[in-house]
């Protein structure tokens, strides 16, 4: 188990130790006799694991006071459909930030509900998509009701370390596979929201938070379990919540904790990326052409210069214990996600790995 390292970029490796303590109380949770998903999320017991780790979350990430956090249903996408049915209000436009896949699929779910037009769509990412304008070149409307970006495209392993200026119109933020690697100031944010699959445990639910100003000027036929008025009056408990998925992300927020908060975690993160793409760039037989401004912490596509050896080294890496480096499909070549739950040992396993492969096949 030890020496297998897994590289997917969702659903993702969760934290060793906490998948063991999981494993523990699997069956009989603080001393219930049930499972933690076997009990109702009304009971004390429950409650009191689901707002401590609300409040871990505030902690880790210094979320004021003014912002809601809510744990929904539905994923990444489900806040897709959610956030123009919340944040429209009387407006009809929003602009979309285009940077990759994600905002990409982001953007084309909400055109089914706003008005989208081709200078509501921005386009930030130059050069075949190697690098991103600054932020003072970006066009935003100012009659916009928010505007929506992705700070991590996953796929294209594009991160935008800057955040936008947006003036009074709020700034929506897909944080799907950046969210708790590195600290933020959320109050530049109207929204954030994440995907847990990712960096906060199993798929399924999502965090969103919200400044509560914007809470409540939702359309009248928004689904309820998407309104984050209704969310936010039952502290996420108008239906039952993805119960399970939120004790395991209190588990991971506790962890974070004790590795010492999301300043040590982006050390730890800063350091695992360095590794891997100062060993790509000192190699002629890898490829990443990501300018280096914006290279992904998170995601780290590259490329076997020659591509007839991906096959092979797929098979080989995976023959080491290192699983799930094939890159998106709409990307190609290969990719590996070091989300907070990767070891530095498993980057240093990989960059070994891969300096044999090349040496091996020179
Ligand atoms: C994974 C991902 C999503 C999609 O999440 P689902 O839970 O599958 O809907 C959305 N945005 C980004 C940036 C992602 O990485």
């Given amino acids: 188990m030890n020496n297998i390292f897994n590289f997917c970029a969702?659903?993702?490796?969760?934290?060793?130790?906490?998948?063991l303590q999981a494993q523990k109380e699997f069956c009989n949770w603080q001393d219930n006799g049930v499972s933690v998903m076997e009990m109702s999320h009304r009971s004390p017991e429950y409650m009191a694991m689901a707002s401590e780790?609300?409040?871990?979350?505030?902690?880790?990430?210094?979320?004021?006071?003014n912002y809601k956090v809510l744990f929904c249903h539905g994923g990444g996408r489900g806040q897709f459909s959610a956030i123009p049915f919340n944040l429209l209000g009387d407006k009809l436009e929003a602009d979309y930030l285009l940077t990759g896949q994600w905002s990409k699929s982001a953007t084309l779910e909400a055109k089914k509900y706003a008005r989208i037009t081709d200078t509501n769509i921005i386009t930030i990412t130059e050069?075949?998509?190697?690098?991103?304008?600054?932020?003072?070149?970006?066009?935003?409307?100012?009659?916009a009701a928010y505007v929506h970006y992705c700070p991590n495209e996953t796929v294209d392993g594009i991160e935008i370390?800057?955040?936008?200026?947006?003036?009074?119109?709020?700034?929506?933020?897909?944080m799907s596979s950046t969210i708790l690697s590195r600290p933020i100031d959320v109050s530049k944010f109207g929204l954030i929201y994440a995907g847990?699959?990712?960096?906060?445990?199993?798929?399924?639910?999502?965090?969103?938070?919200?400044?509560?100003?914007?809470?409540?000027?939702?359309?009248?036929?928004?689904?309820?379990?998407?309104?984050?008025?209704?969310?936010?009056?039952?502290?996420s408990m108008y239906n039952t919540p993805p119960t399970y998925s939120w004790y395991l992300a209190g588990l991971v927020f506790k962890w974070l904790k004790a590795q010492g908060g999301l300043v040590e975690v982006e050390k730890r993160n800063i350091e695992k990326a360095s590794l891997l793409y100062s060993f790509i760039d000192s190699s002629n037989f890898y490829e990443n052409n990501i300018d280096k401004s914006v290279r992904s912490r998170m995601n780290i596509p590259f490329t076997l210069v020659d591509e007839s050896l991906n096959s092979a080294f797929l098979s080989a890496s995976k023959a080491a214990g290192l699983l799930t480096l094939k890159g998106h499909k709409s990307v190609g070549g290969m990719r590996a996600s070091v989300y907070n739950a990767?070891?530095?040992a498993g980057v240093q396993a990989l960059v070994k790995f891969m300096a044999d492969f090349e040496k091996d096949n020179i």
């Fill in 342 to 344: 990767m070891p530095l």
């Fill in 10 to 19: 969702g659903p993702a490796m969760l934290p060793h130790d906490v998948m």
């Fill in 127 to 143: 050069q075949g998509k190697t690098s991103v304008l600054p932020c003072a070149q970006w066009p935003i409307n100012a009659g």
């Fill in 196 to 235: 847990a699959q990712k960096n906060i445990g199993p798929a399924g639910l999502a965090i969103v938070i919200v400044r509560e100003d914007l809470i409540g000027h939702a359309r009248r036929a928004i689904p309820s379990i998407f309104d984050y008025e209704i969310q936010a009056k039952s502290n």
């Fill in 161 to 174: 370390f800057e955040i936008p200026e947006t003036g009074v119109v709020p700034l929506v933020a897909d």
């Fill in 53 to 65: 780790a609300e409040q871990d979350l505030r902690d880790l990430m210094d979320i004021p006071d």
